[in-house]
T-cell receptor, first 113, second 119 residues
């Protein structure tokens, strides 16, 4: 049973436009959510996170929105750049840092110049 | 930010041999380290949770006698793949969380990963 789902395995966006990556979760105990970016043959790189007490967190071109009632979060990248092309993983956890992250399967974003 | 290193970054070994992968937190102390494995076209799968000074907790389906995990200090955890077989070929990634509490402790800092190829 997948607790974190990224239903779109891939997404193509034109450079300069908005990229929206979606993530759904089923475990209502999750209270902290993170997005990671991963290039081939490298470890994931932390992008942005959001606590369940917030519904939006913004960092430069990246904004994460959280809808707790729908158990849904999304990552917006504006404007998209070719260097953003990578696989994006949504992850969720609960409690302190001693609990593991539960990852979605990832969405491959391709930003076309 | 916190830095986690892994060594080696890439290893090729013969079937039947053992391989040790190190995960180090370079500038912070990590009470807990996690080992993940990435399968092609799949997400990162948690293999085990490693706490300093105690036995690792393995996820269902992960053979603890095959994937030996040792967390000897607050900055080092090792994963040893024993009697490796070609199906063990994969990308192994560790992560570490800090001792600090609060929301930031939910972040996990990932190592760069180790590509294991078993011939």
């Amino acid at each position: 049973d997948q607790q974190v789902k990224q239903n779109s395995p891939s997404l193509s966006v034109q450079e300069g436009r908005i990229s929206i990556l979606n993530c759904d979760y089923t475990n209502s105990m999750f209270d902290y959510f993170l997005w990671y970016k991963k290039y081939p043959a490298e470890g994931p790189t932390f992008l942005i996170s959001i606590s369940s007490i917030k519904d939006k967190n913004e960092d430069g071109r990246f904004t994460v929105f959280l809808n707790k009632s729908a158990k849904h979060l999304s990552l917006h990248i504006v404007p998209s750049q070719p260097g953003d092309s990578a696989v994006y993983f949504c992850a969720a956890t609960r409690g302190s840092g001693d609990t593991p992250l539960v990852f979605g399967k990832g969405t491959r974003l391709s930003v076309i110049a | 930010g916190a830095v986690v290193s892994q060594h080696p970054s890439r290893v090729i070994c013969k079937s039947g041999t053992s391989v040790k992968i190190e995960c180090r937190s370079l500038d912070f102390q990590a009470t807990t380290m996690f080992w993940y494995r990435q399968f092609p076209k799949k997400s990162l799968m948690l293999m085990a949770t490693s706490n300093e000074g105690s036995k690792a907790t393995y996820e269902q389906g992960v053979e603890k006698d095959k994937f030996l995990i040792n967390h000897a200090s607050l900055t080092l955890s090792t994963l040893t793949v024993t009697s490796a077989h070609p199906e063990d070929s994969s990308f192994y990634i560790c992560s570490a969380s800090t001792l600090a509490g609060g929301p930031s402790s939910n972040e996990q800092f990932f190592g760069p990963g180790t590509r294991l190829t078993v011939l």
